[in-house]
């Protein structure tokens, strides 16, 4: 086998950067464990169903990025990576789910939110309400990652004067939030995730009179994996941000639909 990933990735080596990692973890872990409860009786609604569906993404999450830092402690690199993956969508789709049911909310077409809410909770292709496609809660997650690096550009200007340091001579600049974005960590995990060359014949191959440079390649990119597995944890502060609003909701959803109740 293969000993890359086997070391500490850059962020692992960078206090602050750790940090602020265990943050994300632990306010990811209070939304998973949140109660649901409401300051009005909610019967005849979906609003208990809603609320559940929106903590099950920060349980699904949670789950995910205690299983990532098991299979890195134990050295399975490429296992961690597919769940990297797989959470990145998770946060997608939660995002894109809670942000749904705020502008369905402020809309105030009940029977519009409710087969919004059915779409998510339990559409088929096989029904006349559709699921939710993945690739929708992707583009809706690229535009508000990118809006999130741009806001902390503009705040603080690091990354811009960091990337002009580090740009090669010549080479065409390239924005923040491109540089940055979360969905590059998604397509590099996606390269690793099916069972292709690269994930299965360059990843496990016999290394026994394997060529130096080829292993070394090889190793790298393990390396380079383990830290993009661990920035798959990192993103799970917009799920966290993005649930944020579930603490109005119940009463925005009773303004809206409920005011004879």
């Known amino acids: 086998m293969l000993e890359g990933g086997q070391g500490p990735a850059t962020i692992e080596t960078l ?20 109660e649901i409860s409401f300051e009005f009786n909610p019967k005849g609604t979906h609003l208990f169903s809603i609320l559940e569906l929106a903590y099950g993404y920060a349980k699904r999450c949670d789950d995910f990025t205690r299983s990532i830092e098991s299979l890195i402690a134990s050295g399975h690199i490429v296992p961690a990576t597919i769940v990297g993956r797989a959470l990145i969508e998770t946060i997608a789709m939660g995002s894109f789910f809670i942000s749904e049911m705020d502008r369905l909310t402020a809309h105030g077409k009940l029977e519009n939110l409710e087969k919004r809410f059915t779409s998510f909770w339990g559409g088929s292709k096989q029904a006349a309400i ?26 603080y200007g690091v ?8 740009r090669k001579p010549g080479a065409e600049p390239e924005l923040p939030e491109q540089t940055l974005s979360a969905m ?19 990843i496990y191959p016999y290394v026994d009179d394997m060529d130096g440079k080829i292993k070394a390649t090889a190793n790298a990119l ?7 597995a661990l920035m798959a944890i990192f993103q799970c502060h917009h799920l966290n941000s993005a649930l944020e609003t579930t603490t109005t909701l119940p009463g925005r959803y009773r303004e809206a639909f409920m005011k004879d109740r």
């Open 15 to 34: 206090p602050l950067a750790m940090e602020r990692l265990s943050g994300i973890k632990a306010e990811l872990n209070s939304w998973a464990t949140t």
């Open 222 to 228: 393990l390396d380079r994996y383990r830290f993009q």
């Open 184 to 202: 590059k960590n998604y397509d590099f995990l996606s390269e690793i995730s099916h069972p292709n060359g690269l994930g299965v014949q360059f």
């Open 159 to 166: 990354f811009t004067v960091l990337f002009k340091a580090l």
């Open 130 to 155: 559709k699921p939710v496609h993945v690739n929708d809660a992707l583009r809706h997650f690229e535009e508000v990652d990118a809006k999130y690096v741009r806001y902390l550009d503009e705040k």
